[in-house]
């Protein structure tokens, strides 16, 4: 079912991760996990997509996507995108990934793939509004030059 991962850091914008490679978070990150899934349905319903960090028992972190599906006789195929934001809260540590159907048995986990890192202090802090204080500095030095008389 799993068939990748990207993360999200802000400050910094999307980092895709290879097939098979570790994968590191700080906390604040936002964990993207695609996967793929198969149905059959005599009517029209929705399924509601658990991604974790974490274990099946034991969640770390998680996030939760409805999909409708329509009717379907034949087996159809679909994908699912499922953005799982880190936090304080989210422990260090080395984690495993899984997405699960809710209210069922299924699952898909891939154990010891993510490894979580806390937030830097001030220097995390910093990389985050690297942006804005660039914006800043550039208006500062632009509005002298647009005010004088010429």
Same mark, same amino acid.
């Given at each position: ?48 997509? /658990? ?47 899984? /997405?699960? /159907? ?49």
């Amino acid at each position: 079912m799993i068939t990748g991962f990207s993360v999200f850091r802000p400050g910094i914008g999307l980092l895709n991760v290879a097939p098979g490679e570790t994968v590191e978070l700080i906390q604040g990150d936002t964990l993207r996990i695609t996967a793929s899934y198969t149905y059959k349905a005599q009517w029209p319903t929705s399924v509601r997509f /658990i991604g974790y960090i974490g274990s099946y028992n034991s969640r770390k972190a998680w996030s939760e996507v409805i999909v409708n599906l329509d009717a379907a006789a034949e087996e159809q195929s679909g994908d699912v995108t499922i953005d799982i934001v880190t936090s304080g809260s989210t422990s260090p540590g080395t984690w495993g990934v899984g /997405i699960m /159907i809710r209210d069922t048995t299924v699952f898909d986990e891939i154990p010891n793939c993510v490894v979580v890192e806390q937030k830097g202090g001030i220097i995390g802090d910093i990389s985050s509004m690297i942006g804005m204080v660039m914006m800043v500095m550039i208006m500062g030095m632009m509005m002298p030059m647009m005010s004088e008389d010429m």
